[in-house]
C-alpha cells in the first residue's frame, strides 16, 4: 500500500520515519543524538522499528505507538486517483492489502486515494500479531520475515503459486519469491532479485502484466497488493 499504491516521492514515508523518531525520543526516553542511528538500525535487523523495540525490551501500547506515529501524518498529500481506481476495478481477480501498518492507517490511506472498494480484504498488524495486539509481547511478525508472507498467504487462503504480490521494497520481493509468490517491484524500471516484474509506476500495470485480463486467467488468478516498506522506515 504504502510507497506502492501512491509514490514515495510524496514523503508520506520520511514524515513517518519522523513521527517514529519524536515517540522513542519523547515516549522512551532515548538519547536524542542515538536515535536516528537506532531507528535505521532496527528496521534493517527486525523489518520494523517497532518490532525491534518490542525485541530489545522497550514495553508501550501498539495502539499508542500507532496513533503517534500514523495519526499525525499528512494525510492531506495523498489525493483521490481515479485512474488507479478504474485500473484497480478493471482487474477480474481478488486484491488484498497486504501491509505493517494498522488497521486505522489502512482505511485513512485507501480513503484519500478513493480507493476503499477497490480492495476485498486486508491484513495488516492486527491481522498478522491478534494476540500481541493489546499486549507488549516480544515477538512482532512483519514484513519482510517469510513467516510473515506465508501467513498473509494463509489468511488470505490463496494458492501463491496463482498469486501476484506488488511492493516497492526489496526484500519484501525476495522474500515474497522465498514464499513462493508471483513479485512485481513497483517503483524501479528494473528487476531486482525475485523480482518477475518491474514497473515504474503501479500505474504502468497494465502494460507490463497484460495477462492479468486475460479471460482464462491461466497465470495470476488472485492478487495480494502490499505495502512498501524498505525504501525508509516505516512504522
Known sequence: MD???YPLSLGINLACRKNIEEF???HLDMEESEVPRLCLELYRDYGTTMAGLKALGYEFDNDEFHAYVHGRLPYELLKPDPVLRNLLLSMPQHKIIFTNADEAHVARVLSRLGLEDC????ICFETLNPPAYK????QILCKPSVEAMRAAVRIANVDPKK?????DSVRNIANGKA???HTVIVGRSSLVPGADYALNSIHNIREAIA???E???EHVEQIIQSSAVETAVRA
Open 135 to 138: 499486549s507488549n509481547a516480544a
Open 24 to 26: 522513542m525520543l519523547h
Open 163 to 167: 498469486t501476484m504480490f506488488f511492493d
Open 3 to 5: 510507497d506502492t499504491l
Open 119 to 122: 480492495f476485498q480484504g486486508v
Open 215 to 217: 479471460d482464462e486467467g
Open 211 to 213: 495477462e492479468i485480463w
Open 179 to 181: 514464499a513462493g509468490l
